[in-house]
């Protein structure tokens, strides 16, 4: 398997759009009312959304491609384009997507060691993210990674409230 990851400019936010909806939609489309989905969608993936996350220095996004297709994404966050305010020695990953068929080989890891290495650049002392209490699957591979739970907090999906676990992972 060929695996390069390329950091994401204004110019791909198009790309980008395309595997945020697809990933989030393969994600939490079973558990979700088509309503909540679909506003959920309209919101945070409209083109003028994503390319203001694209233009926001505090932000960088990263594509894992496998070969030549777009396999997955990561979004990491720092300063205040962080989703709480955990402080200037925390780095955020606020998204972390493998298309479902990318899954299970290694690339979720990949983008997860980029995201540390960023921090690591940054010298961060830690990294965060909020991971939705039903998302077993995303929560034991974080935990595999180091992750612990730190808290929770508020996230709206569409009208409905859910909750996400904070979870933590301290940098030596
Ligand atoms: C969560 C996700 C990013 C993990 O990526 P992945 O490419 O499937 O995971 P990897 O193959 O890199 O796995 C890395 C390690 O975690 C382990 N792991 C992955 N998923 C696991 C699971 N569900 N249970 C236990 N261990 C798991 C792997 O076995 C591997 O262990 P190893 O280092 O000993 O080999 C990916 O499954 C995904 O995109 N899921 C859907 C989107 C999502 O939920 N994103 C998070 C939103 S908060």
């Known amino acids: 398997m060929t695996i390069n990851i390329k950091k994401c400019t ?11 909806i697809e990933t989030f ?12 989905m679909n506003a959920y969608l309209e919101k945070a993936f409209n083109i003028k959304q994503l390319e203001k996350e694209l ?20 979004k990491v966050n720092i300063n205040d384009a962080q ?11 606020e998204r972390i997507y493998i298309k479902s068929r990318f899954q299970k080989h290694g690339l979720g890891k990949y983008l997860l060691h980029k995201a540390m290495e960023k921090a690591m650049e940054r010298n961060k002392k830690k990294i965060w993210l909020g991971v939705w209490e039903k998302n077993e699957n995303a929560i034991a591979f974080y935990k595999k990674m180091g992750f612990v739970q730190a808290g929770a907090h508020s996230f709206y999906m569409g009208e409905e ?4 676990f904070i979870m933590t992972k301290t940098l030596i």
Do not use: C, W
């Open 10 to 20: 204004l110019e791909d936010s198009r790309k980008l759009q395309e595997i945020s």
């Open 83 to 93: 989703s709480e305010e955990m402080g200037e020695e925390s780095l955020e990953i």
């Open 25 to 36: 939609t393969e994600t939490f489309g079973q558990q979700n009312s088509p309503e909540n």
């Open 161 to 164: 409230e859910q909750i996400d």
């Open 55 to 74: 233009s926001n220095m505090f932000s960088e996004f990263f594509f894992v491609y496998v070969h030549h297709e777009v396999a997955g994404y990561v």
